[in-house]
């Protein structure tokens, strides 16, 4: 929503300023991710309560659009999974809830035929020799981009993930739009492969 500020002089713009900003942190005492990020707790990362957020079909926005260079040095381009469904983890290596629910997603993505469903992590801070190191640690086959330097999956996914939310995983449906949202640590494999399911029978 966009707001229009009209007044007599700067100290008029300075005061509607500060109610604006004081009105857009009112509206964010429910989200839990602003709360924690407000109290600068020191975590290093931003962690969702592992709320689950799903989407009737009816519901869903635009298709989300995305690419970068995997870890590998090879480059994903979301257009290529379009007819598939689509899980998006956002992670990075330092982060411990990523590294607990690494062998979760990684299981899920083992029961899936790759021609059905898509597997794409999106890592938020590290370079490609610690990402690669990460993987191989964890046992992690599916790619990963590394999404440090243009952010560009962070913008593509900002209206219906905060980017700041790590770990947080996404399915998007058969059109590339947001089906399902994980915000923090998975921590259960039957979770997400519910989701999953329950969004591949939508085409059944």
Avoid at 5 to 18: D, I, S
Avoid at 74 to 89: H, K, P, R
Avoid at 146 to 160: C, K, R
Wanted: aromatic share 6%; hydrophobic share 40%.
């Amino acid at each position: 929503m966009r707001r229009t500020t009209r007044g007599r002089g700067p100290a008029a713009a300075v005061a509607a300023l500060v109610a604006a900003s004081a009105l857009l942190l009112t509206g964010c005492t429910s989200d839990p991710l602003a709360d924690q990020f407000r109290e600068g707790s020191g975590k290093n990362y931003i962690a969702g309560d592992g709320s689950i957020s799903e989407y009737a079909a009816d519901d869903r926005g635009e298709t989300i659009s995305f690419s970068g260079e995997t870890v590998e040095g090879d480059t994903f381009d979301s257009a290529d999974t379009l007819g598939e469904v689509t899980v998006v983890n956002f992670w990075y290596a330092g982060c411990a809830p990523c590294r607990v629910e690494s062998p979760i997603l990684e299981e899920v993505h083992q029961g899936y035929d790759e021609a059905d469903v898509a597997f794409i992590g999106v890592n938020v801070r590290d370079q490609a020799d610690t990402a690669a190191s990460f993987e191989k640690t964890y046992g992690v086959t599916y790619p990963s981009i590394i999404d440090v330097e243009s952010g560009e999956a962070q913008l593509a996914f900002a209206g219906p993930v905060p980017p700041a939310a790590v770990p947080t995983t996404i399915v998007l449906d058969q059109e590339g739009r947001v089906a399902a949202r994980v915000l923090g640590q998975l921590t259960d494999a039957s979770i997400l492969s519910s989701i999953v399911d329950r969004v591949l029978d939508e085409q059944a």
